[in-house]
């Protein structure tokens, strides 16, 4: 008898564990949808923390990749396409909303350790990356693109002459609300881009960029998240 009541009380135990550790991972993906359609998709979402997270993948060989420290507040992500990944490093954040649209073959989203995300859309299409180095601040209504999406043709020839280009983005790099990052741009670390900027080319380290397009205004500097 008291090894039978052993026992229950073991499958007891063992059943309130599961009950709390599904509540717990009910919490962490409150809200969330996934839809999978095609072969060889791989989604490691770890112990990630998502809340109205949607995702949504139709073709083959694609990759979703989250460190089990990422917080996600009302993401979409849509890879509709083949070979495409995405990637968020260590204790990645986004705070209130955020778009992760890639399309075509060959595309990949990837944003670095640290980097934080109030509201963004980022869009990378086919032969293209979009890369975000670590410690990167987002604010709101941020924009960053390879594509216009779109194509516009010489008249004359039929060439397209708006092509697809990678975006780097470095270290340490602070966008203001409502700016937008076009296709082929690089930008370096430390360097901070102004609210409402459209950023069309390059912009070098440790510098402030605004305007329309936007222009360097002031080179050496830093900037640190806290308001000293």
Do not use: Q
């Not at 709390?20 to 359609?37: F, K, N, P």
């Not at 979409?76 to 778009?99: A, I, N, T, Y």
């Not at 924009?143 to 008249?155: F, M, N, Q």
């Not at 990052?181 to 881009?193: E, R």
């Amino acid at each position: 008898m008291g090894s039978d009541v052993r026992h229950a009380v073991a499958r007891a135990t063992e059943n309130m564990r599961r009950r709390a550790w599904d509540a717990r991972e009910g919490l962490r993906r409150l809200s969330s949808r996934v839809t999978v359609e095609g072969e060889g998709n791989v989604l490691d979402l770890g112990k990630a923390r998502l809340h109205g997270t949607r995702i949504e993948i139709h073709g083959n060989n694609n990759v979703i990749r989250f460190h089990p420290t990422c917080k996600l507040v009302n993401v979409s992500f849509r890879l509709l396409g083949d070979d495409l990944r995405v990637e968020l490093g260590e204790k990645v954040k986004v705070s209130r909303w955020g778009e992760f649209l890639l399309m075509g073959r060959d595309a990949e989203i990837r944003l670095g350790h640290h980097t934080t995300v109030e509201s963004a859309r980022f869009i990378a299409h086919g032969g293209t990356a979009l890369d975000v180095g670590p410690d990167c601040m987002f604010a709101y209504d941020v924009e960053v693109r390879t594509s216009d999406e779109h194509s516009i043709l010489d008249a004359g020839s039929g060439e397209r002459i708006n092509p697809d280009g990678s975006v780097r983005i470095g270290e340490h790099v602070w966008f203001g609300a409502r700016s937008v990052v076009l296709k082929g741009v690089s930008i370096g670390n430390d360097s901070v881009i102004a609210t409402g900027s459209i950023v069309s080319r390059d912009v070098g380290a440790g510098v402030v960029a605004g305007g329309i397009p936007a222009k360097e205004i002031r080179d050496g500097v830093i900037w640190d998240r806290r308001r000293l």
